[in-house]
């Protein structure tokens, strides 16, 4: 070991290698069944006290599987060769159809929420307000207050007083792990209600991502019930605010509104509602993806107020975990990729720096597939034009044009916040797919910087048979992140120690000039500026796709990883940020597409993201029986073991009871789907499948003429906080059988030319004998 570090420190040219200081971490010492608590006879006995300890017998799972065979899949895009024409030039406008002027901005009109949860629609414009506040009133089924998980957590410490008496906790509360869930994330739906049950089954960003990753939280909440603070973001930002604005532009979020609220009618109209060009096997739009996105970019600036938004830093958490949906590491300044809209993380790095003064951000990605969109936007900070960004469409501010004009090569001079991106990914998966490729983002992905205003960091997934095996690459070739973003940050601090003193010494003249002016002739000296704090901060795109029971259909080369490398990896994150941050690190949902990878890759994630350094990982917890036990709870129908006699049964029962609880809207059909079609009466205008269940008819219609006032009332705010009409009218909806896709008017695949396009696809261009075409 010490000759392995020796020659490592000695090629690493990093100032300040990790390597010592990560040594416990990132030695693997496998654990023999002996060391198992629970003992027993029988296999199936998982013991769930504050040990720690499993006593887990190995079985065989099989993963989930799609309806639609990956090989049938891959042999009719090979016959039908639909390359999308996304990544060009020009490929559609992204100017808003209405006069731009509709649109208000962030400064003359702030985007404000009525009584009921319905949008005000002030920002968008001269808008049919009526006909749009009826359309984006949110679920009745979402709890705002958290009021069924309150209950389900008092009534789980109520009957397990042990755990309530002697599992551990912090001094400080705000020394737990925040958990900050954006109950409006569900709102975005896949909305073409005339596909085939085959293709809805290669539709892997859902909502029901949101149960599976509730259930990974309520995993780690019932190891350590006083570690972690669960809240909910009841705060929904606008679009076109500052922080959005200046990773995106002033066009694309208008262009995006506009999109969302045309696909109301081409829905109705069985079209697909995105552009021409677009990959409509990834990207999806209804109306009230608006309501997802503003509880998104809502949710990101609730944690980073929690984090660092009081003076007092007693008053602020440390750790934050931050669960939202859709994802946003693909997204570029101006260009929707993968499943992305937005880039959430690059929205909550603008929105610390221009609130906080945040001055420098690493983040470290750990999603299967290469974040593309956040690298870009990373050259664009750095002062260089992006693939897709704001120069391609005009749509750079005015006042940067003229007081910060690029350099003959192309390079303005870069401003705060100084961004590190360091990721670890599969290079043969999207968007790199292996076969799809081109050499440019190839070359994006491999990408290893760190001069001219640039850092980025790119490390590849390797192959691996056993986890020792696997620990070795950790050590050897994925701790370079760790290594990266530590360098990254010590330098960023010496460079402002270093300005921050010349800042002295020129003060110290300047301070001499005025006392003594004649001593300069006719010499004038300027006051110098005070340079940008160092005010660093630790981000994570939590990506759990890489994970080693992800759908096949996703983990398309069988690269992965183990479900402990997630709390390794984070533990070792924390201590990298104490060294720089005061141990502040947010962490932000990514990928994760399968029950099983979301609910113990978080679960994991979590048990990393602590601030107890005696808190490890028990590889059983991760074990496919652990993971099968999960995955049982994200099931529409889930039913609890009425009499479970083994330990891991018990457990898996008040952990999908919690997990359920948190956010009642995720819990819908395999097969749901967005639709939207006004009541006779003067209720919500729901239909049975935009609110959790499916099926032919209006919500009024199924729960019953005398319920559809009730209906209706209980989409006030009032209702909304305290809803206890709520909880009978989820199990009354959640216990029909009706299914969404059995209304569909036509059960056909769409038959234009997107039919086939999945995120197998690359979005550039495809090289043909060496040509783009």
């Keep these: 070991m010490s000759n392995l570090r020796e020659k490592l420190e000695k090629e690493n040219d990093s100032e300040e290698s990790l390597i010592s200081q990560f040594e416990t971490t990132l030695t693997f010492r496998p654990t023999s069944n002996a060391d198992y608590g629970g003992g027993g006879d029988g296999g199936d006995d998982i013991t769930i006290d ?47 159809n209405l006069a731009t002027k509709e649109f208000k901005d962030e400064r003359d009109s702030i985007r404000s929420s009525s009584r009921d949860g319905s949008p005000s629609l002030s920002s ?21 207050a958290l009021e069924r998980f309150h ?79 669960i809240i909910n973001s009841t705060k929904r930002g ?81 750790l934050a ?19 992305c809209l937005l880039n959430n993380v690059q929205i909550g790095i603008e929105y610390a720096a221009d609130k906080y003064k945040v001055s420098h951000v690493a983040i470290l990605d750990i999603d299967l597939h290469h974040g593309d969109g956040s690298q870009d936007i ?46 670890l990914h599969d290079i043969r998966s999207y968007p790199t797919e292996l076969g799809y490729a081109t ?16 850092t980025i960091w790119n490390v590849h997934l390797q192959s691996w048979a056993t986890e020792d095996e696997f620990y070795k690459h950790y050590l050897t070739k994925y701790v370079a992140l760790l290594n990266r973003a530590n360098q990254f940050l010590n330098t960023a601090k010496k460079e402002y120690e270093a300005a921050y003193q010349e800042y002295l010494t020129d003060l110290a003249k300047y301070n001499k000039y005025l006392m003594k002016p004649h001593l300069y002739g006719n010499q004038s000296i300027k006051r110098p500026e005070i340079p940008q704090p160092f005010n660093p901060l630790i981000m994570i795109s939590a990506g759990f796709d890489a994970l080693e029971y992800e759908n096949p259909q996703m983990q398309r080369h069988g690269i992965n990883v183990p479900t402990s490398f997630y709390a390794k990896f984070t533990k070792d994150v924390v ?68 009499n479970p006699n083994a330990e891991i049964t018990v457990w898996a029962n008040e952990v999908i009871k919690l997990g359920r609880a948190m956010m009642p809207n995720a819990i819908l059909p395999a097969n749901y789907i967005y639709h939207y079609e006004p009541t006779n009466s003067k209720s919500s205008g729901m239909t049975a499948s935009s609110i959790g269940s499916g099926g032919g008819g209006t919500a009024s219609e199924r729960i019953g003429s005398n319920n559809s006032l009730q209906l209706h009332s209980m989409v006030g705010s009032k209702d909304l906080v305290n809803p206890p009409p709520i909880h009978k009218m989820v199990k009354e909806i959640l216990a029909d059988g009706s299914e969404a896709i059995e209304s569909s008017p036509i059960k056909a695949d769409p038959e234009d030319s997107r039919r086939i396009i999945r995120h197998t696809r690359s979005y550039f261009k495809k090289v043909n004998n060496g040509k783009d075409r």
């Design 439 to 454: 050499r440019e983002n190839i070359k994006n992905a491999s990408l290893c910087i760190m001069d001219h205003d640039l």
């Design 151 to 229: 209950k389900a957590f008092d009534l789980f410490l109520d009957s397990n007083p042990h755990i309530k008496s002697e599992s551990p906790r912090f001094r400080n509360e705000k020394d737990r792990t925040l958990v900050v869930l954006s109950p409006y994330s569900s709102e975005h739906a896949f909305g073409r209600l005339w596909v085939s049950k085959s293709y809805l089954s290669t539709i892997f960003e859902r909502p029901q991502r949101l149960l599976a990753s509730c259930l990974g939280i309520s995993a780690a909440l019932t190891m350590f019930p006083f570690f972690y603070q």
């Design 50 to 96: 504050q040990t720690q300890d499993f006593n887990v017998t190995s079985m065989n799972y099989t993963r989930d599987v799609s309806i639609v065979g990956i090989e049938e899949l891959e042999e009719e895009e090979l016959m039908l060769e639909q390359i999308p024409k996304f990544k060009t030039r020009n490929r559609y406008s992204l100017l808003p």
């Design 378 to 423: 990373c050259w664009e900070r750095a002062g260089f034009a992006g693939d897709y960004g704001k120069d391609d469409f005009q749509d750079l501010d005015e006042d940067e044009l003229r007081n910060n004009p690029r350099n003959d090569y192309g390079k303005r001079t870069a401003g705060y916040p100084k961004v590190g991106y360091f990721s």
């Design 321 to 339: 975990f931050v669960v939202i949906r859709p994802p946003g590491h693909h997204s570029h300044a101006c260009l929707p990729s993968g499943f």
């Design 575 to 642: 201590k990298l940020a104490k060294i720089h941050t005061n141990g502040k690190v947010v962490s932000f949902l990514e990928g994760g597409y399968s029950d099983g990878a979301l609910s113990t890759g978080i679960f994991s994630h979590l048990i990393g993201l602590t601030n107890d350094d005696d808190i490890q990982w028990n590889e059983t917890w991760g074990s496919q029986q652990v993971m099968k036990e999960l995955s049982k709870g994200c099931k529409k129908n889930w039913t609890p073991y009425k």
């Design 124 to 144: 968008y414009g001269n808008l049919d307000s009526t006909k749009y506040k009826d359309i984006l009133r949110p679920s009745p089924l979402i709890d705002i």
């Design 238 to 318: 606008s679009l076109f605010s500052p922080h959005v604005r200046r990773i995106h532009g002033k066009n694309w979020p208008k262009k995006l509104v506009e999109l969302c609220l045309e696909s109301h009618d081409k829905l109705l109209d069985d079209e697909i509602e995105v552009p021409e060009g677009w990959n409509a096997g990834d990207i999806y739009l209804t109306p009230k993806t608006i309501n997802a996105i503003e509880g998104v970019i809502g949710t990101i600036e609730t944690a980073i107020d929690n984090v660092i938004g009081n003076i007092s830093s007693k008053d602020n958490y440390d």
